[in-house]
């Protein structure tokens, strides 16, 4: 019995929210694994710095707001011009609005919604035709601690990312067959502009990291890890899942 392969030697991804955070600590893994990756996100100094960083033998860029889901499918075939078609998804960006119940607006339900559970499923709906023919693909999706657990002013979030752990059940019934696999990382409190709020107050931050089994709050390379689990043949039969990267603050 051989040892698992967690390289993605060969492999081309696309990341989504990889200017920044969670989605370029993904991108970047996938990189040092072996894949070649596509970042896609609005702010196109932020991918160029990346791109910088890798080399555009390794690293090709596409801003663009995904909000919009009218440019998904251009999207999908620009991604497959720089290295071919790809195997892997990353479906990292996200955003929150931090609306209270009572203060939740049309226009932040939509825009969370939108961006946090419509556009991972529209862009892998492109992209898996070409991962069927090869009879092999992943999916990733970002899933939260609100996936289950309610925060304050997290109405909308919370929602939405109950709604990917869903999402990625549903996806793997459909698509597992042709060897795409689908599963979730739920990440717990780790430092990223979309945590900022959190990590801006000390007593808060302390706070959560106490609520951990282990005692503290996540680094980036805490995650590297269970990626590259669920972007390589490792994870050949495990699909559907949802695995909570958060030292324990959901099994207290």
């Not at 893994?29 to 710095?49: F, N």
């Not at 502009?193 to 089994?213: G, I, M």
């Amino acid at each position: 019995m051989g040892l698992p392969d967690l390289s993605v030697n060969g492999k081309v991804a696309l990341v989504t929210g990889a200017s920044s955070g969670l989605g370029q600590v993904a991108a970047d893994c996938l990189i040092d694994a072996g894949a070649k990756v596509i970042g896609v996100a609005r702010r196109a100094d932020k991918l160029q710095e990346w791109q910088s960083k890798h080399g555009e033998d390794k690293a090709a860029i596409i801003s663009a707001d995904i909000s919009n889901r009218e440019v998904l499918k251009s999207i999908a075939e620009e991604a497959a011009s720089f290295f071919g078609a790809p195997d892997i998804l990353v479906n990292a960006a996200g955003i929150n609005t931090r609306e209270k119940a009572d203060d939740v607006t049309f226009k932040g339900w939509d825009v969370t919604l939108g961006l946090n559970l419509s556009t991972p499923f529209f862009l892998a709906q492109y992209l898996t035709p070409a991962m069927r023919k090869k009879g092999w693909g992943r999916i990733i999706n970002f899933a939260s601690l609100q996936s289950r657990r309610a925060f304050a002013g997290g109405i909308a979030y919370g929602a939405s990312k109950g709604g990917v752990e869903q999402l990625t059940r549903a996806m793997a019934e459909a698509w597992s067959k042709d060897g795409i696999m689908a599963n979730a990382v739920a990440p717990g409190f780790f430092p990223s502009e979309l945590t900022a709020p959190v990590f801006s107050d000390e007593t808060l931050a302390q706070k959560n990291a106490d609520q951990t089994c282990i005692g503290r709050n996540g680094m980036p390379d805490d995650l590297v890890g269970p990626l590259l689990f669920l972007a390589s043949h490792a994870s050949d039969y495990v699909t559907g899942q949802t695995l909570f990267v958060d030292g324990g603050f959901t099994a207290k």
